[in-house]
């Protein structure tokens, strides 16, 4: 890119925006990624947009780790004090478009950009919460905290956490402490559990003592011990095989593969990595088994590659497929 770039319009902002959102939605297509990519060498103007947006320092082709800590930290401390709409007129003056109008237009309150505790692509992140309760964060997740003199609420908006209640020892009085998605509500019984939010259903897999499921559109309670696991959605608790006691695996930043066909594999190694990474259906079902590093994803696919019949196909170093080899 040769010269300065203009300063973005508000427009190209939003469209900056937008492509942020959708790429970071955790359903985005490849041919999405493609596109982004032609959207921001198309004008330098874009380049400097989303540069700006995600923070990133150097060449504005590379796909960017998000979000920025400077532009989280920044919206941190702003929501202490003054909430969600006035953080992002702080990030639109950080980002030098003075497009504070704009953003604040947007319906960022039900975001998961602005939640509360957030992690980025292939981060885990433990919180101690003031009650005591510690919280690990898994990959690409989404917090919101609703504690208050009657409860200890977590709101889940995206990904998955895994929660040891803690004691609340200052509290006037007991408090329940729950996950609330947008399924149904968990109730911890003193427990450690966690909680995987997906499109179709909330998963809950209890590794102590004792949770209670209630689907947002029943009456329907049920109570799930340590090594059990279960399925809802708004309508009914679904059981599930007990856990087999990998489940939490990703808290201390490996996945274990026990004969795991490798679109499921390929499926659960993805969430850690940017870009897209899929599996040729000649080798879907070739079954997987070992311990592999989610903190180091090349290195665990290379490691594939070395033990299996498959090879990395590389379209870009964000766009990966693998193939059968020879």
């Known amino acids: 890119?040769?010269?300065?770039?203009?300063?973005?319009?508000?427009?190209?902002?939003?469209?900056?925006?937008?492509?942020?959102?959708?790429?970071?939605?955790?359903?985005?297509?490849?041919?999405?990624?493609?596109?982004?990519?032609?959207?921001?060498?198309?004008?330098?103007?874009?380049?400097?947009?989303?540069?700006?947006?995600?923070?990133?320092?150097?060449?504005?082709?590379?796909?960017?780790?998000?979000?920025?800590?400077?532009?989280?930290?920044?919206?941190?401390?702003?929501?202490?004090?003054?909430?969600?709409?006035?953080?992002?007129?702080?990030?639109?003056?950080?980002?030098?478009?003075?497009?504070?109008?704009?953003?604040?237009?947007?319906?960022?309150?039900?975001?998961?950009?602005?939640?509360?505790?957030?992690?980025?692509?292939?981060?885990?992140?433990?919180?101690?919460?003031?009650?005591?309760?510690?919280?690990?964060?898994?990959?690409?997740?989404?917090?919101?905290?609703?504690?208050?003199?009657?409860?200890?609420?977590?709101?889940?908006?995206?990904?998955?956490?895994?929660?040891?209640?803690?004691?609340?020892?200052?509290?006037?009085?007991?408090?329940?402490?729950?996950?609330?998605?947008?399924?149904g509500r968990v109730r911890a019984l003193g427990t450690r559990f966690q909680t995987h939010l997906q499109e179709d259903g909330t998963r809950v897999q209890v590794q102590s003592d004792a949770v209670e499921l209630r689907p947002h559109g029943s009456a329907e309670v049920r109570v799930l011990r340590q090594g059990q696991q279960a399925w809802f959605d708004t309508s009914q608790v679904y059981e599930l095989q007990d856990s087999d006691g990998d489940g939490d695996a990703w808290t201390d930043g490996v996945l274990v593969a026990r004969s795991m066909p490798l679109s499921v594999f390929v499926a659960q190694l993805g969430r850690y990595r940017f870009g897209h990474l899929a599996c040729d259906e000649r080798v879907a079902q070739l079954r997987i088994s070992g311990v592999f590093s989610l903190k180091d994803t090349e290195r665990s696919l290379d490691l594939l590659q070395k033990t299996w019949p498959i090879e990395l196909r590389r379209r870009t170093r964000y766009w990966v497929t693998l193939m059968p080899r020879g």
């Open 1 to 183: 890119m040769s010269g300065f770039a203009r300063e973005p319009s508000p427009a190209v902002v939003q469209q900056a925006i937008a492509w942020m959102v959708r790429l970071q939605s955790g359903s985005a297509s490849p041919t999405a990624w493609d596109e982004c990519l032609r959207w921001r060498e198309a004008a330098p103007e874009h380049a400097l947009a989303w540069e700006r947006l995600q923070g990133i320092q150097g060449r504005f082709a590379s796909m960017p780790p998000v979000p920025a800590a400077l532009a989280q930290q920044t919206m941190d401390a702003a929501r202490k004090h003054m909430g969600r709409r006035k953080a992002m007129g702080l990030l639109a003056v950080a980002m030098g478009t003075g497009c504070t109008a704009l953003l604040l237009r947007q319906p960022w309150s039900d975001s998961a950009l602005l939640a509360d505790l957030r992690t980025g692509v292939g981060e885990v992140r433990r919180v101690v919460l003031a009650d005591g309760s510690v919280l690990l964060m898994d990959t690409a997740t989404a917090v919101d905290l609703r504690f208050d003199e009657n409860e200890r609420r977590l709101v889940l908006l995206k990904g998955r956490i895994a929660l040891s209640s803690g004691t609340d020892a200052g509290a006037q009085h007991y408090r329940p402490l729950m996950v609330q998605t947008t399924h």
